[in-house]
């Protein structure tokens, strides 16, 4: 199971546009790139999946590079909201053993 | 539709007791996953089970067992507890095999005295 590496925590200002990048060099050719948003005391939320170059949906876009040994989850304009843990995950279909690092923090300043 | 439902939201045990953790998936949904979260850590994966039958099964003792129903709804069993079994569970459940949209609920709160 390729393995992800993400900041474990970032500040922005509300209305900002916010850009997290996850570096995983090990993917594997049938792994898609997933991420999901955890609250406190709540589980993750699925916020968007890919495989190749940009994918985009009504929260959010991903980008992943040709190479594929990264991605970018982008947060178009966020709000306090917003706060919460980001987590990158890689894997194929059929792997039951998913794992999650520990994650992105992501603090929204009003 | 109801999303995926744990119960109980909380609990407290002390040590060498043993738990039940119960969890609903999705209606139509036949995947059931089980995470240990501890504070401040990612999900970390316990078990899948799917159409009945473990797929899957993370780096946890035998104290750590699970089953699926005919309805497709979860138990967590946890024999023995230590003080370090302290963690939200949670819950996954997926329309196929995990790796695809994972749909989690909100947790039991396990306290180990």
């Known amino acids: 199971l390729a393995k992800t590496t993400q900041p474990i925590s970032m500040d922005s200002y509300e209305g900002q546009e916010v850009n997290i990048t996850c570096s995983h060099n090990?993917?594997?050719?049938?792994?898609?790139i997933t991420w999901y948003q955890q609250f406190p005391s709540q589980g993750p939320r699925f916020i968007i999946q890919?495989?190749?170059t940009k994918v985009t949906n009504e929260v959010a876009s991903l980008f992943i590079p040709a190479d594929r040994k990264s991605s970018t989850l982008s947060l178009p304009r966020v709000s306090l909201s917003d706060t919460a843990v980001y987590y990158c995950?890689?894997?194929?279909?059929?792997?039951?053993?998913?794992?999650f690092g520990t994650g992105t923090r992501l603090t929204i300043i009003p | 539709d109801a999303g995926v439902t744990q119960s109980p939201t909380h609990l407290i045990k002390t040590r060498g007791q043993q738990v039940t953790l119960r969890c609903s998936p999705i209606?139509?949904?036949?995947?059931v996953s089980w995470y240990q979260q501890v504070l401040g850590q990612g999900p970390q994966f316990i078990f899948q089970y799917y159409e009945k039958e473990e797929r899957g099964r993370g780096n946890f003792p035998d104290r750590f067992s699970a089953r699926q129903f005919p309805n497709y709804s979860s138990e967590l069993n946890v024999n023995a507890l230590l003080l370090g079994d302290s963690a939200l569970y949670l819950c996954?459940?997926?329309?196929?095999?995990?790796?695809?949209?994972?749909?989690f609920g909100s947790g039991t709160q396990l306290s180990v005295l």
């Open positions: 890919g495989y190749k």
């Open positions: 995950l890689v894997g194929n279909f059929g792997n039951e053993k998913l794992t």
């Open positions: 090990n993917i594997a050719t049938n792994d898609y």
């Open positions: 996954a459940s997926s329309l196929h095999r995990t790796g695809e949209k994972l749909f």
């Open positions: 209606s139509g949904h036949k995947s």
